[in-house]
């Protein structure tokens, strides 16, 4: 555990100071996958990109409400740990935003990118990868079947190229967006272990609780 944190501090940090050396390199890949496309490719982007929080904060909140409503433990425990993913991930990804201050690549070469939106929010990391990367390791933690993490993991790419097809992230955004979001679900499937499990404990007190109320 201890190596993989300094594994992950140390690629930040190289992210961040190298930032200045690699943009050019940064947005030259950008460029090329901003203008080589084609009229499917814009509409999926765009299409991914608005759906995404929706899609990521939707299905905790459908786990959790079907739980509730059948009575099933599982698919609350579920529900209550892909929230907590989120949770964590947003909150990193927000305080590295803000930390880092990276203008968005159509800002910093502007008739270079070319955005087909425009966000308010600094450009590094990608919030939506994160959210996207935080389910799909989420999602496959807590059923790790093929059926389950190969359509996850691949929604979850074609997220992060959304955002470059977009103009409104670099690949470097994307990348570290996915460390932050696979790595928020690792870390709250660790902690919920190392922590005697406080997710199942939520779970099956709220259960409880709520068909106890209704009666």
């Not at 698919?75 to 209550?80: K, R, S, V, Y």
């Not at 074609?158 to 097809?165: I, K, L, Q």
Request: proline share 6%; glycine share 8%; with cysteine.
């Amino acid at each position: 555990m201890k190596s993989k944190t300094i594994f992950l501090i140390a690629t930040i940090f190289f992210l961040h100071f190298g930032m200045a050396e690699s943009q050019t390199l940064d947005a030259r890949w950008l460029h090329a996958i901003n203008t080589h496309t084609t009229p499917f490719l814009n509409s999926s982007s765009t299409f991914l990109s608005n759906t995404t929080p929706y899609v990521s904060v939707g299905l905790p909140v459908v786990l959790l409400g079907v739980g509730y409503l059948s009575n099933d433990e599982s698919l609350t425990e579920g529900g209550w740990y892909m929230g907590s993913s989120l949770v964590i991930s947003s909150f990193f990804t927000l305080a590295t935003k803000y930390a880092v201050d990276r203008p968005r690549p159509y800002v910093s070469y502007p008739g270079y990118i070319h955005p087909r939106g425009l966000e308010g929010s600094p450009s590094f990391p990608s919030g939506h990868t994160s959210l996207a990367f935080s389910t799909a390791t989420s999602l496959s933690m807590y059923c790790p079947k093929w059926y389950v993490i190969v359509p996850s993991f691949t929604w979850a790419a074609a997220v992060g190229y959304s955002r470059m097809n977009e103009g409104v992230h670099y690949p470097s955004d994307v990348l570290v967006g996915a460390v932050f979001g696979a790595g928020s679900a690792w870390l709250t499937f660790k902690l919920n272990k190392w922590l005697n499990k406080p997710v199942q404990r939520v779970s099956h007190h709220t259960l409880r609780w709520f068909h106890h109320a209704d009666k």
